[in-house]
């Protein structure tokens, strides 16, 4: 038998592509006849537009319009009005401003220079009206959204009669979305009502499913493709008001239109991680025991859509805690929507609860890793159910030891290193193990490659990696001979790449559609190949990319040309049974830093960090850790480095640039060990992988946070913990 | 952006005539501030002149002075062993600033001329008196966390955002400038300017005026030196504190001191008092938070930059300690 491919520490097979420059992203491909635009956004954050005066930019050299509500075709899927009234943006539908930066008009031109030149000549008017921006000014507009309902386990508040108990707030800042590769959309109307695009994205197949409602068209005359992404993290789970601008300039000039957005617009125009005001109040007994937690918490929404995520759930099952209550609440402001980012609300609740956990830690003189394994949840507390795997204690026992942590002093402030002062911080985290609906296609050829086919996305984890090994294990062909194709919305269907489930969904698909293959190649056997005769097809033995009955083995390859067959398609839709609900799933994680303080700057310095994951098989050792690292550096930027500044005079982001927005940067980046547990879930899919992508984030920033208390005695609340907050 | 015209002289005085004739032409070095300030609409010159082709690049001693031409690049002054041997502060400094990229771009003349990075400065829709005067100073009542707490105006509160400068003014460097008029010299502290009633001046070069180079006079602060960034992130990211400290100690007494601070000021802010306070004492921390007090007297704050003032402190005693090495 050739050995396993799943668990292999394989490279990329896009890897080649990707460093040569040869993979095109959306903004790569040239359809013929492609113009290019540039936005005009609105510098006004509430109001209306009096007049678009286009005349000069009409005129400039190379322009071929201006395309705004006035004149904007309509489209079709804004007409069928929603009783709903918070339904999203409606680009160029009326004149109405919610935002600031929200695009008013697109300025197409035969140059990427001419369209942004032009664009900075259409002089817009607004009538402005008063705008809401300050959170805090705004906490008095929080309304429950109807989806979030309170939650109550046992008693609500009970934390307060707690011997020892405490309440504090945490504040997280926005934080905007910024891979490196920049949003945009390439539209091109091959006929009038034939739609072509070239997105980035999370999912082909939902972009589809968003331009049929829009443009009211069936699936078979809209293309999505999407094959390389530079980063996405939760931006491209969904179509943004630009890119139905752009399909609609598109429409209107009769020629492929790319745009590509400018990074300031990545501030306004892609969603970010929505700012929280969140209050935890946690009680125990004197010897540890948790005896309630309360958790409540307000994030941000737009004007015209509620955004939710799950802040606090993970208040409600982490721990073995017989009192819970949590509250989700939501401030619509005068921004635009806010969207998943990695680790979604998880990530921003984990650092108030963890936070809160290392508080208490310290309020009982307790070791906070102690704490956390005395309220260890041996089943979920919350749907009382058995974990369908949970290997956290080890997760935690594994983490302490690489980073040293019984050189961690239990009171903050007693050690030192050339000056700086030394302190270690722990957290967990836990993210909810899907598993969903996907459906792939196999293509045998008579050559014995193998190509898979599935509407899937990679936006960075390496999932035509992950495919290839589990069809490999699942057929025994070689590795090298499968080939896994993604992006193209013509494929077979499959979710969008988010919540940590690709590798579950997409390559529970694989394997099952290659297995379908080989129970079709077995059918062939048994009835046209004469060795093969009398064998039942259930009997034929699969190994090594061979059908093995007795001595006789034949190639797939070989069977395809005995029976004169170019090639052999099988497809096959594969999902989840009633696993949920006999088993809660999750991954977990745990994250150890060891940070310097600067006891004069305020400087924090990471030192080193140990992240382990238990989110079961783990695929590819090599793509899985550098997935890990690529979470732990987002976690970098949240804990230490990243806010969306408003001026809330004007509405208006100030530091919405790479300079200003300080994005973690490799000197911030310590030496990472990223550790697994590695054991198969026995029950979410047939690989026995969780999911990685969230944990990787959720959780870090009060692994810092503590690590920082731990150091100094300072307590910082409010993130990012920049060296003014420990002067 | 709009269209502009582009002349490459090959000349200083060519292209000194090429910035007299054209009220808004530019020198164009690096490009890595101007074009920045192109993109975002903030200058719209009609013309550039690229000043690269002109011999301005080079690195030499005459009669103990060091001087560097306008043109030599970041990345090469902080590498040369003519710096790195007798001012190691400026290497220290320029190391200090932006990425190795824009190093390996920005030149000793264009990085003295940068702009405030003020981000009001910078985007158009929101008043600034530097770009366009009397509009009025956002900053003020607005984000001002990076602001300055020493000789800002009610007219403009903004920072020069220099590294290198700061070493360049704690080593009495001068400009050297060649113009319609001619040539002239600049002591370094008279070249930048306190932005007054006119923040739309970063400093005191006349139009059509070309910085040719620096010269640095000798000095004995080739050892006791050290030069301090506070900044946000690890690397590429500009000073919300800087110190270039510089001490000759004999016989455990400090003979002479440089000070001068970065992030704090709309010039380098060269600290003369707090030098004097260091005059003649022993290189104690005592000693070095004594003159942080002197320096930071006159310190005066806005909502969000309160924290520079203890921050400007401990950076100073901080800087000092390690040039020291006590
Ligand atoms: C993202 C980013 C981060 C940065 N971080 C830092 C930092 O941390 N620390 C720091 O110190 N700097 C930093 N910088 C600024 C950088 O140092 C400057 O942009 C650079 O030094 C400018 O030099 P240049 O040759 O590219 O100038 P240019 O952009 O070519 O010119 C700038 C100005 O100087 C004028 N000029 C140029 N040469 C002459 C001359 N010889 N005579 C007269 N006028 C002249 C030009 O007309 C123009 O007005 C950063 C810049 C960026 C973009
Ligand atoms: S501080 Fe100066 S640069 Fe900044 S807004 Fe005020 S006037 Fe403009």
Same mark, same amino acid.
Request: net charge positive; charged share 20%; with cysteine.
């Given at each position: ?41 609105? #510098?006004? %954050? ?21 395309? %705004? ?33 929200? #695009? ?17 000549? =259409? ?39 707690? #011997? =020892? ?78 890119? =139905? ?140 159910? #058995? ?39 722990? %957290? ?72 940590? %489930? ?116 783990? =695929? ?108 | ?326």
């Amino acid at each position: 038998m050739k050995k396993q491919a799943v668990g292999q520490s394989m490279d990329r097979v896009d890897g080649r592509l990707k460093v040569t420059g040869t993979a095109r992203y959306f903004a790569d491909h040239q359809p013929e006849g492609m113009l290019y635009a540039a936005l005009v956004c609105s #510098p006004v %954050s509430s109001g209306r537009i009096t007049a678009i005066d286009a005349a000069k930019a009409l005129r400039a050299p190379g322009v071929a319009d201006v395309v %705004s509500h006035l004149n904007a075709p309509p489209v079709p899927g804004y007409k069928a009005d929603n009783p709903n009234p918070k339904q999203g943006l409606k680009i160029f539908y009326d004149d109405r401003i919610y935002s600031n930066g929200q #695009p008013v008009a697109i300025v197409v031109a035969n140059t990427l220079e001419r369209a942004v030149h032009a664009a900075s000549l =259409v002089k817009v008017t607004y009538a402005q009206e008063v705008h809401k921006t300050d959170m805090d000014e705004n906490m008095g507009q929080a309304f429950q959204h109807k989806n979030m309902k309170d939650y109550l386990r046992g008693e609500a508040d009970a934390w307060k009669k707690a #011997p =020892v108990h405490l309440e504090a707030e945490y504040n997280i800042p926005i934080e905007v979305h910024n891979p490196m590769e920049l949003a945009g959309i390439i539209a091109h109307w091959e006929t009038p009502d034939q739609l072509t695009v070239y997105a980035k994205t999370q999912g082909v197949k939902s972009v589809q499913q968003t331009l049929k409602t829009l443009f009211q068209l069936p699936e078979s005359q809209i293309t999505v493709h999407s094959r390389f992404v530079g980063g996405a993290f939760g931006m491209g789970l969904r179509i943004w008001p630009m890119e =139905v601008a752009t399909i609609l300039a598109a429409k209107k000039i009769r020629k492929p239109v790319k745009l590509v957005i400018t990074r300031k617009d990545m501030f306004t125009l892609v969603g970010y991680r929505p700012a929280a005001r969140q209050r935890i109040g946690i009680g125990a007994t004197t010897d540890g025991k948790l005896t309630g937690i309360t958790h409540e918490a307000v994030a941000n929404t737009s004007p015209y859509e509620d955004f939710t995520e799950a802040i606090v759930n993970m208040s409600r099952m982490m721990y073995a805690c017989p009192n819970v209550n949590t509250r989700y609440q939501l401030v619509p402001l005068n921004l635009s929507t806010p969207v998943w980012m990695r680790g979604p609300g998880e990530a921003t609740g984990a650092f108030a609860l963890e936070s809160a956990i290392d508080e208490l830690a310290h309020q009982l003189k307790m070791d906070p890793l102690q704490l956390r394994i005395l309220n260890h949840a041996d089943t979920d507390p919350e749907k009382h159910l #058995p974990y369908s795997s949970k290997y956290l204690k080890e997760a935690y026992e594994m983490g302490a030891a690489k980073i040293g942590w019984q050189q961690r002093s239990q009171t903050p402030g007693q050690l030192q290193e050339n000056g700086w002062l030394v302190g270690y911080g722990m %957290s967990s985290g836990v993210f909810s193990a899907g598993r969903g609906r996907a459906t792939a296609s196999a293509t045998l050829k008579a050559d014995g490659t193998l190509v898979i086919r599935s509407a899937a996305a990679d936006i960075g984890p390496g999932t035509a990696t992950a495919m290839v090994q589990i069809a490999a294990d699942a057929t025994g062909i070689d590795a090298k001979k499968i080939e896994f194709l993604l992006g193209e919305s013509a494929y077979p269907e499959a979710p969008r790449q988010g919540g940590s %489930s690709t590798v579950s969904t997409v390559g529970s698909a694989v394997n099952d559609v290659c297995r379908s293959l080989q129970q079709k190649l077995g059918e062939m056997a048994s009835a046209g190949i004469p060795a093969f005769k009398g064998v039942k097809a259930e009997n034929i033995q699969h190994e090594d990319g061979q059908l093995v009955a007795g001595n006789t083995r034949l190639d797939y390859a070989a069977l395809l040309q005995l029976q004169q067959l170019p090639e052999l398609t099988v497809t096959t839709t594969s999902q989840a049974g009633d696993e949920r609900k006999h088993y809660a799933m999750y991954s977990f994680s745990v994250h150890f830093t060891k940070v310097h303080v600067h006891p004069a700057t305020g400087v924090v310095r990471i030192k080193h960090i140990v992240s382990v994951a238990d989110s079961g098989t783990v =695929v590819n050792t090599k793509t899985a850790r550098s997935q890990m690292i690529g979470g732990v550096v987002g976690g970098i930027g949240m804990a230490l480095t990243e806010e969306a500044l408003i001026d809330h005079r004007y509405g208006r982001y100030v530091n919405n640039n790479y300079a200003d927005y300080h994005v973690p940067v490799n000197a911030d980046t310590p030496p990472t060990d990223v550790l697994f547990i590695n054991k198969k879930d026995p029950v979410i899919n047939p690989m026995g992988a969780k999911g990685m992508g969230e944990i990787a984030l959720i959780g870090f920033a009060a692994a810092v946070s503590n690590a920082v208390f731990n150091a100094t005695g300072k307590r910082v609340r409010d993130l990012p913990i920049t060296p003014d907050k420990l002067i | 952006m709009n269209q502009f015209s582009y002349v490459r002289p090959a000349s200083q005085q060519a292209a000194i005539d090429a910035l007299t004739k054209d009220k808004s032409a530019r020198f164009i070095a690096g490009g890595t501030n101007l074009l920045d300030l192109m993109k975002n609409g903030v200058v719209a010159p009609e013309k550039l002149v690229d000043i690269n082709r002109l011999p301005l690049k080079s690195i030499t001693l005459n009669n103990n002075t060091l001087h560097i031409g306008a043109l030599t690049l970041n990345s090469e002054v902080a590498a040369h062993t003519l710096v790195t041997t007798r001012h190691p502060l400026l290497s220290q400094a320029l190391l200090a600033g932006a990425s190795q990229q824009l190093r390996n771009m920005a030149t000793t003349g264009g990085n003295m001329m940068q702009r405030t990075r003020c981000s009001y400065f910078y985007d158009i829709t929101m008043p600034c008196n530097k770009r366009t005067p009397g509009s009025g100073c956002s900053a003020i009542g607005g984000i001002n966390r990076m602001h300055a707490i020493f000789g800002a105006s009610d007219q403009c509160i903004a920072v020069h955002p220099s590294d290198m400068c700061i070493a360049l003014a704690a080593l009495d460097a001068t400009v050297l400038v060649a113009g319609p008029k001619g040539n002239r010299r600049i002591p370094f502290g008279e070249f930048h300017r306190l932005p007054g009633n006119t923040p739309d001046k970063d400093n005191n070069l006349g139009k059509g005026e070309l910085i040719t180079g620096i010269d640095i006079p000798a000095s004995p602060f080739t050892q006791n030196i050290y030069y301090l960034k506070v900044r946000d992130r690890a690397s590429y990211a500009f000073a919300l504190v800087s110190v270039a400290a510089a001490l000759d100690i004999s016989n455990n007494t400090i003979r002479s001191a440089r000070l001068a601070m970065g992030g704090v000021a709309h010039k380098p802010w060269r600290l003369h008092e707090a030098e004097k306070a260091l005059i003649g004492k022993t290189p104690t921390i005592e000693n070095f938070r004594i003159a942080a007090t002197v320096a930071t007297q006159s310190a005066r704050t806005y909502k969000h930059n309160a924290f520079k003032v203890p921050m400007a402190q401990n950076s100073l005693v901080t800087a000092l300690s390690k040039a020291a090495a006590v």
